[in-house]
């Protein structure tokens, strides 16, 4: 998710890139996990959505779902749904196979990888030349600023997101498992997580940066911005503004600043924890971006983390969240299958995040003007956006 997946999109730097991929067997590997992918979002969960959203049990608790006043909470509702869920076989059978590619992905993408990792550096290598070369013609640069003593918070140490082995930073060559491997066989399908089928999580990122609603920002920043593939879809969009982004992952910022650096675009790059301190100065950015950030962070975080942006936002500045839908703003069956993640994908806080408001956690941090509402199909991704006001609130001022 957090890998550029396009490497060959046309904006490489012309006639220095040889050329890597994996071996047939690599690449079949991978491709028919994105056929199993696909066959499961695709063809069996539409069966196993109207089985439910037609059987008695499915039809009430999803009127129950849609009322003003429901009778459960929204937990209860869920938790019931799962039940009728797990009546069905094709129900089970299609989160089979999303468990089955999730783990896959990695016993068969990391063994890819790994069966051509001296032809990769040697490619990565003479990428990193052409790009040094045209740094040294005068193209701007960006910079990356690691702490080696960042203190690394709980709730992020020993996850192992998306059942990454060892977590983000578990495997060097994530980067390149991800843009030659599970980026363009399977993620690029789309029908896994919140992500509907047929999507284009590429083109997802650029719908998304359209939701700044000015023409122009001096300055950006990206907490969680992971690799650069975010920022890299903000400076197609205002390429003269000044991008930084931060993240708690030392080897997703150095792949980014690599990727940065081939893209020929200037960004600065800083491992940081911005739930807690972000070290940039008040009042110094013109536009904050995330993007699918906060389903990863529990909500004390989450509240940390906006209080964070508020405070180094200049004041008439725009803030733009996107990530999955709440629970309120999909249908029964699709909570269903959200929930799943938390217990079955390794996204511990997924489902907290989705039991709360967004828009409410912007309020209690001073942004105003909010609203949220989709860009997707399966409402995905799903926007929050809010401005911080031009003249400080009483409860600002009196700080
Ligand atoms: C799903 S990734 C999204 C990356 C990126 N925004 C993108 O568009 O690809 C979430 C990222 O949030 C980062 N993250 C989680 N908690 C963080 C925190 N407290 N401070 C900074 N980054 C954090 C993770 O390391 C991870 O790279």
């Known amino acids: 998710m957090t890998f550029l997946t396009r490497l060959d999109d046309g904006s490489l730097k012309q006639g220095h890139a040889p050329s890597f991929a994996l071996s047939q067997r690599g690449r079949a590997g991978l491709e028919i996990l994105g056929a199993i992918q696909t066959f499961s979002s695709g063809t069996l969960r539409p069966v196993a959505a109207a089985t439910f959203a037609t059987s008695p049990q499915g039809e009430a608790l999803s009127a129950d779902h849609a009322a003003e006043h429901p009778a459960l909470s929204q937990r209860e509702r869920i938790a019931k749904a799962r039940t009728v869920c797990e009546d069905d076989p094709v129900y089970r059978l299609e989160r089979f196979f999303q468990r089955y590619v999730a783990e896959e992905n990695f016993n068969r993408g990391i063994p890819a990888i790994e069966e051509r990792r001296a032809q990769f550096l040697a490619y990565d290598a003479a990428m990193e030349n052409a790009a040094g070369e045209a740094g040294d013609a005068g193209a701007e640069t960006g910079s990356l600023t690691l702490d080696e003593g960042l203190e690394i918070p709980r709730y992020y140490a020993r996850v192992e997101w998306h059942l990454e082995p060892g977590g983000w930073d578990g495997y060097d060559l994530y980067g390149a498992l991800f843009a030659f491997g599970v980026g363009p066989y399977v ?75 081939r893209f020929g675009f200037p960004v600065h790059l800083k ?129």
């Open 187 to 261: 993620f690029s399908k789309g029908g896994y997580a919140a992500v509907g089928i047929g999507d284009d999580i590429v083109n997802q990122r650029v719908k998304t940066i359209a939701q700044f609603p000015k023409d122009s920002y001096a300055r950006i920043y990206e907490p969680g911005c992971g690799g650069v593939s975010t920022l890299k879809a903000v400076h197609g969009r205002f390429p003269e503004a000044e991008l930084t982004g931060a993240d708690l992952s030392p080897l997703l910022l150095e792949n980014g600043a690599r990727m940065a650096r």
């Open 271 to 399: 491992q940081a924890d911005c739930a807690k301190a972000s070290g940039e100065a008040d009042a110094s950015y013109d536009g904050v971006i995330t993007y699918a950030l906060h389903h990863e962070l529990p909500p004390k975080a989450n509240r940390a983390l906006l209080a964070e942006m508020f405070r180094i936002l200049k004041p008439g500045a725009d803030i733009v969240l996107a990530d999955p839908p709440p629970f309120r703003a999909v249908s029964m069956f699709h909570a269903v299958i959200l929930d799943w993640d938390t217990h079955h994908r390794e996204e511990p806080f997924f489902s907290a995040v989705l039991h709360e408001s967004l828009e409410a956690m912007l309020a209690e941090a001073g942004f105003t003007q909010i609203e949220s509402y989709p860009l997707g199909q399966d409402q995905y991704p799903w926007i929050t956006r809010a401005r911080k006001p031009d003249t400080p609130s009483h409860q600002e001022a009196t700080r």
